[in-house]
């Protein structure tokens, strides 16, 4: 009796996954992206999703201040979760790689051990904008189908990284963002990019997610399943 009354509440459900989307929250906070809408994120679970809080500051999202309420979560989110394969999407405003969302040719080069995480695992939408978070859903669902899509760099606005879980979604904003700040003070130089040959590309290997989210997490909350 006592385990299905703690299971039943929202605070305690789920609980990994919270904390780690709390920490996710704290991690964009830690990168730059403090302005309002600077950061966004949904997990799918089994009663719909568990989202960030978009009226809270992310230096003060908890574990338990998320929220399982599809229509209180950021809206293109929410309308994405249904149309793709991976259960975690987070958007992220952070500085380097909303400069390249910037430019006309956003694509990333493979120029650094970062960048070649990426090369052909990212896709660029150019035409993001004034339409409805459904309507701009079912036009950037087809763009995310690709089974490799780790990253959608979204016209003037930003990075979507998709995952498997809250932390490979983090890993890929952290390494995308850190690719993209090196990418452009390479630009600022002037001269010609060293492009990394595709041979050399295969043999780098994502690193392990973990590192990445661990130091946001809670003491308490560090607990895994």
Avoid at 79 to 95: G, I, K, Q
Avoid at 174 to 186: K, M, N, Q, V
Avoid at 190 to 213: F, Q, V, W, Y
Wanted: hydrophobic share 45%; aromatic share 6%.
């Amino acid at each position: 009796m006592q385990k299905a009354l703690f299971s039943s509440l929202p605070s305690i459900n789920h609980w990994p996954t919270r904390v780690d989307l709390a920490a996710a929250c704290h991690w964009a906070g830690n990168h730059g992206a403090t302005d309002p809408g600077g950061f966004a994120g949904v997990i799918t679970i089994e009663s719909g999703v568990l989202a960030t809080p978009p009226a809270i500051p992310l230096a003060s999202v908890t574990a338990t201040t998320l929220l399982e309420t599809p229509d209180q979560a950021d809206p293109l989110l929410a309308a994405l979760a249904p149309l793709v394969a991976s259960p975690c999407l987070l958007f992220a405003r952070t500085p380097n790689s909303t400069a390249l969302a910037a430019l006309a040719e956003s694509q990333l080069p493979p120029i650094c051990a970062d960048s070649a995480l990426f090369y052909h695992k990212h896709v660029i939408d150019p035409d993001f904008g004034g339409r409805s978070p459904a309507d701009e859903a079912t036009r950037l669902s087809p763009l995310l189908a690709a089974p490799e899509c780790l990253i959608a760099v979204i016209g003037n606005l930003g990075l979507l990284a998709l995952g498997n879980s809250v932390a490979e979604a983090v890993r890929h904003l952290h390494f995308f963002e850190r690719a993209a700040g090196t990418y452009l003070s390479a630009l600022a130089t002037g001269r010609a990019l060293r492009i990394i040959p595709e041979d050399i590309i295969g043999t780098r290997t994502m690193p392990h997610a973990e590192p990445i989210l661990a130091p946001y997490r809670p003491v308490e909350g560090a607990g895994r399943d």
